[in-house]
């Protein structure tokens, strides 16, 4: 326990700081000093924008070899890995070969999706891709709704160097993680 | 011209001064605030009309002209309609009596001019408090007439507030009162002549600290400002007594708002700071030898106190949160009311005895 006069200079200091508004004092001193040492956080957004991280997962995209051909190979592999059921993919045999499939109609909810990358690990041929994109507000919800021209026109933009075709893939056979001579193999 | 006539001109020249100069100062102040309150937040304010966002009163004013003017169904269209006006005519007509620069008079076509008074009329200080009272009606008829909850309980707590705390603006200034022997702010201010140490702040034989720092207090409660902004408390009343108003009208209580601060800053630099006295006798244009450009010193002077209590009350903003409505009522009549009591009885002592040592 406290002795009295310990106590009684406790409640006199508080008294004191009561009257003299110690406190509020304090708080605008505070605000005063980031006044003075001025240095906002805002980032003025449309004006600047952030440096995005490197895995930034921004708006999907469908990509194409360097002579032009798509990638996608129609397995519907996506469809079944997207927890949102953002994808829609309707395969089909490329005419007259019937051992090639290919994505004869392709078509992303883009208002369902939540970016989660799933559709982009499961394809075996890596022929989606997750571009740098975010800026896609839009006033009408059905532009989100995008088929597949637009996705390989996202992809144009979004990825100009094209990855190679594989040179022992026969015209007529998919194959599924092939390892490419081109790209280095990781260090184990 | 008729001698009415001369006048008449005259006035309206002044009036329309006085005018100009507080709409912009308004203007100033809707800006200043937003970039004092950002800076003070780590936020940069409004940065995109014009240059770092100086243009945004402009872009708010020509906003607010093209809105659209709403009136709720169910709210009474006479009061709805009076409640703005009746808000923003007192807050601006205090400014009649506010002397803004030297006490000097003119002589245009044989008639006495003052040319930095509107109007010196022997109960400045009365004036502007009557008025003051005025202007909680504008607020109190607003919310009452806009049939909403929102606008009705903060008008409600709006009168309470204005009323406790006019009493403790109106009990602070006696002190001063007291002192001049007048109730007009030209001597008020002619009295406090000379060094900074004969201001009443500071003057002899009773220092009027402690009157100060309750008229300071009061003016932010008496004005809505944070901390005592009850009547709009944004984060339970939606806007308070002027949720339902949209446009012109609602520009108008903002207007209301902004010119009572600068009114009250005012008033307060002139009954507690000198006024456009400078802290030094006389002037310094005086002793340069342009006794006729003195006036700018001294207008200038008064500027700078008003704006440092303009300041203040940013200031104050980005510091203090709202505080309670038990509260507010205690601190007032609890608090600042024996205080100013005191102060008037300790002023009146100060002042007996100083006139029978004489």
Sequence with gaps: MASPTHSTRLRLSEWLKTITFYEILVGMKATLSH?????????????????????????????????GTEKCVGCDLC???????VIRVVSAEVPGEPTKRYSKEYYMDMTRCLFCGMCVDACPVDALGMTREFEWAVYDKRQLHLNKQQLLAIGDR???????????????????NVPFKHVPPKPN | MSEFGL??????????????????TVLLLTLAERKVLGWMQDRMGPMEVGPYGILQPFAD???????????????????????????????????????????????????????????????GILYILAFASIGAYGIILGGWASNSKYSLLGGLRSAAQIISYELNVGLSIIGVVI??????????????????WNWYLFALPAPQIFAFVV????????????????????????????????????????????????????????????????????????LLGLPSLSWIESTMWFAIKTYSFLFLFFWLRATLPRLRYDQLMKFGWKVLLPIALANIVATSIAVFVSQQMK
């Excluded at chain 1, 979004?158 to 599924?176: D, G, T, Y």
């Excluded at chain 2, 205090?94 to 003119?106: C, R, S």
């Excluded at chain 2, 002192?179 to 900074?196: N, P, Y």
């Excluded at chain 2, 600068?262 to 002037?283: D, H, M």
């Design chain 2, 7 to 24: 006048r008449l001109a005259i006035s309206l020249t002044q009036i329309a001064a006085v005018m100009g100069i507080v709409v912009v």
């Design chain 1, 79 to 85: 469809e079944a890995a997207c927890p949102s059921r």
């Design chain 2, 61 to 123: 004013a020509i906003k607010l002209f093209f809105k659209e003017d709403i009136i709720p169904a169910g709210a009474n269209k006479f009061l709805f309609t009076m409640a703005p006006i009746l808000c923003l005519i007192p807050a601006f007509i205090g400014f009649a009596v506010i002397p803004w620069g030297p006490n000097w008079t003119l002589e245009i076509g044989g008639i006495t001019v003052k040319p930095f008074v509107i109007s010196d009329i022997n109960i």
């Design chain 2, 215 to 286: 008229y300071v207090i009061s003016s932010v409660a008496e004005t809505n400002r944070v901390p005592f902004d009850l009547p709009e408390a944004e984060s339970e009343l939606v806007a308070g007594f002027f949720t339902e108003y949209s446009g012109l009208r609602f520009a108008f209580f903002f207007l209301a708002e902004y010119a009572n601060m600068v009114l009250v800053s005012c008033v307060a630099a002139a009954l507690f700071l000198g006024g456009w006295q400078a802290p030094y006798p006389g002037t310094i244009l005086e």
């Design chain 1, 158 to 176: 979004s990825f100009p160097i094209r990855e190679k075709r594989l040179e022992l893939q026969h015209p007529n056979v998919a194959f599924f």
């Design chain 2, 179 to 196: 002192l001049t022997g007048s109730l007009s702010l030209v001597q008020i201010t002619d009295a406090q002549a000379g060094w900074f």
């Design chain 1, 35 to 67: 006044l003075l040492n001025y240095q906002p956080v805002t980032l003025q957004y449309p004006h600047e924008k952030r440096t995005l991280p490197d895995n930034y997962r921004g708006m999907l995209a469908l990509l194409r070899y360097d002579d």
